[in-house]
C-alpha cells in the first residue's frame, strides 16, 4: 500500500511568487491534514479535512494560503504571494478515523523563499 | 492552549545504552500520544501511538509510557543503535482541539558506534 506522498519535495521561489504544493493521502483516508514547520520551531497545524470539507482551518496563518481538496482525494495548498517566513518544511497526513487512528505523514515539501 | 515540551533538545549516547526521551504537555483532556521519529530530509515515521486509557505501548526495543494525569510520557529505547540515531517527537491529539496533533520541538538523538 502506497503511503502519503508529497510534491515538490524541494521548491525554491523568489517572494511575490506563487506555489503550490501537493499530497495524495493514504486511499481510502477521509481525513486530511496539513503541517507545517518553520525554521527553529515545532511543527504546527495548518487545517483538516474531512473528504471534501475544509473540518478546521483555524491554524492556516493567513489568506495567502488556499487549500483545496477536490473530490476528496489528493490536496493542494498554494501559496499566493509567498513571504519570506513562509519558507519551511510543509507535511501532509492522511488518517482513516479521528481521534483513535494514527496520522500517517508524508515526507514533506521544503519550501524557500528568497 | 496545549503546550508540548520535550527534554533535552539533544542527547548522544554510546552504543548499547538504554535511554529515556520525556515528553509533558499541559493539558490533560487528550485522546492520544504518538511518538515519531524523523530521520534528516525525511518526513515522519509513527513509533507507538498511546490511547488516553492506556499506560504504554510496546514495540520491539521501545516502550513508551503515558501518564495522562500528571502530563508525561516517556520513550524507553533498549540498547540502542547508531540506526537509531534521529529526532524524536512527541506529539498529542487533544479532546478539546479537534484531530490536530499538537507537537513538541524533538529531540535529536546521536547513538555512536
Known amino acids: 500500500e502506497a503511503g502519503v506522498t508529497q510534491f515538490p519535495s524541494h521548491s525554491v521561489i523568489e517572494k511575490g511568487q506563487t506555489v503550490t504544493l501537493r499530497c495524495d493521502p493514504i486511499?481510502?483516508?477521509?481525513?486530511l491534514y496539513w503541517y507545517r514547520r518553520v525554521m527553529g520551531k515545532e511543527i504546527k497545524f495548518l487545517l483538516h479535512?474531512?473528504?471534501?470539507?475544509?473540518?478546521?482551518e483555524s491554524g492556516m496563518p493567513n489568506n495567502r494560503f488556499l487549500a483545496e481538496r477536490t473530490g476528496g482525494t489528493y490536496s493542494t495548498l498554494k501559496v499566493q504571494p509567498a513571504e519570506l517566513e513562509d519558507s519551511g518544511v510543509y507535511f501532509c497526513?492522511?488518517?482513516?478515523?479521528?481521534?483513535?487512528?494514527?496520522?500517517?505523514f508524508g515526507p514533506g515539501t521544503r519550501l524557500t523563499v528568497l | 492552549k496545549q503546550e508540548v515540551t520535550q527534554i533535552p533538545a539533544a542527547l548522544s549516547v554510546p552504543e548499547g545504552e538504554n535511554l529515556v526521551l520525556n515528553c509533558s504537555f499541559t493539558d490533560s483532556a487528550i485522546y492520544n500520544l504518538q511518538w515519531f521519529r524523523q530521520d534528516p530530509g525525511k518526513g515522519l515515521t509513527s513509533l507507538l501511538l498511546?490511547?488516553?486509557?492506556?499506560r504504554e505501548q510496546t514495540s520491539g526495543r521501545l516502550n513508551a509510557s503515558l501518564d495522562k494525569s500528571s502530563g508525561r510520557s516517556t520513550l524507553y529505547i533498549a540498547a540502542s543503535q547508531p540506526g537509531d540515531s534521529a529526532t524524536y517527537l512527541c506529539?498529542?491529539?487533544?479532546?478539546?482541539?479537534?484531530?490536530?496533533?499538537?507537537f513538541g520541538e524533538g529531540t535529536q538523538l546521536t547513538v555512536n558506534p
Open positions: 486511499s481510502g483516508h477521509d481525513n
Open positions: 479535512f474531512v473528504k471534501e470539507s475544509k473540518q478546521d
Open positions: 498511546i490511547q488516553s486509557s492506556q
Open positions: 506529539a498529542v491529539e487533544g479532546q478539546t482541539s479537534g484531530s490536530r496533533l499538537t
Open positions: 497526513a492522511s488518517s482513516q478515523g479521528l481521534a483513535t487512528d494514527t496520522q500517517y
